[in-house]
């Protein structure tokens, strides 16, 4: 037997494990632990099945940025009071086992009854890849075939930030998103936050600039951007910007309205709605990602800042 299969069967034992974790834990803050957990042995299934890019987004979005928004909302929530808080009753708890069961029943029939060999597109998009320049064809399904969905990804992104921001009370609008954990000068997250974030920064860009041949791209690369970001403001290096800056606006916006000019552009150029001209794919595809990994980057960010706050009169003067 080769080795491969044990660690296959021990990822399989872990993920179930995992999952029944973060279903079972009765405390908020260890179920989003787990759920951390559960997003990073997840990543490492997709790598046991060569899906690399979508082990590197779950480890970034599914595991990192949404586990942190987890811990961050777990431990904004009170106290919770064991006389108040009131528990399902059996026939409830035993309503929502039997439909998950049915649930993961059906989902598995859909797998297993599968016509062999099962229908796939892949071979025609690997033929017409060639087209768009693009070495990566995860690359190239996002931002040619499947361009719309990347589109409403990115609005998506922003329309979040603006209803994250409006949670802030009326007197907190024009102020800066919530306050982060600041390190005390001298500490090791402070010397982390001034090391780390050139290569951090580094290695994002990487990420983006590989995405176009082999595994990678805007959202993995804006996510380590972000995070270097968030290391800064959690040190206390830097501020968040105010939700009035139109600098930081730009920012936000400047990745979905490019891909939209681009998009508009191409019903001329190119006869669609997101067409590209013949030999300018690759490079307006690279612009794309490029202003849509600045944006990504800045929006993740200020998720994780949260909402804004006003500022006390001696903020509001520095």
């Avoid at 409403?152 to 007197?171: K, N, R, T, Y």
Wanted: hydrophobic fraction near 60%; charge should be neutral.
């Amino acid at each position: 037997m080769s080795l491969t299969a044990p660690i296959d069967l021990g990822l399989a034992i872990l993920l179930l494990g995992l999952a029944v974790w973060v279903i079972a834990a009765s405390a908020t803050y260890r179920a989003a632990e787990g759920f951390i957990a559960y997003g990073l042995v997840l990543a490492l299934v997709w790598v046991r099945v060569g899906s690399v890019d979508v082990a590197l987004t779950e480890a970034a979005l599914g595991s990192g940025l949404t586990g942190l928004l987890l811990l961050r909302a777990a431990a904004r929530l009170p106290p919770a009071d064991p006389a108040e808080t009131a528990r399902p009753g059996k026939g409830v708890r035993v309503l929502a086992a039997l439909l998950s069961a049915i649930l993961t029943g059906g989902l598995a029939a859909v797998v297993l009854l599968l016509p062999e060999p099962a229908p796939t597109l892949a071979p025609a998009a690997a033929a017409s890849l060639p087209a768009t320049g693009m070495g990566n064809p995860v690359t190239g399904v996002l931002l040619a075939y499947r361009a719309i969905d990347t589109l409403g990804e990115s609005i998506v992104l922003v329309l979040a930030l603006v209803g994250l921001w409006s949670l802030a009370p009326d007197g907190a609008w024009g102020g800066r998103p919530g306050a982060l954990t600041t390190a005390p000068a001298g500490s090791a997250l402070r010397f982390l936050a001034q090391v780390l974030p050139p290569f951090g920064i580094l290695v994002g860009i990487h990420l983006l600039w590989v995405g176009a041949d082999h595994p990678g791209g805007k959202f993995q690369g804006a996510t380590v951007i972000a995070a270097m970001w968030v290391l800064i403001l959690i040190a206390g290096l830097r501020r968040p910007p105010t939700v009035t800056s139109r600098a930081m606006r730009w920012l936000v916006v400047v990745g979905s309205l490019l891909f939209v000019g681009i998009g508009a552009a191409g019903t001329w150029l190119a006869g669609a709605f997101l067409a590209y001209p013949d030999g300018l794919a690759k490079p307006l595809i690279l612009a794309i990602e490029a202003a849509l990994t600045l944006s990504v980057a800045v929006i993740l960010g200020l998720l994780l800042a949260g909402p804004p706050e006003a500022e006390c009169p001696t903020e509001a003067r520095s």
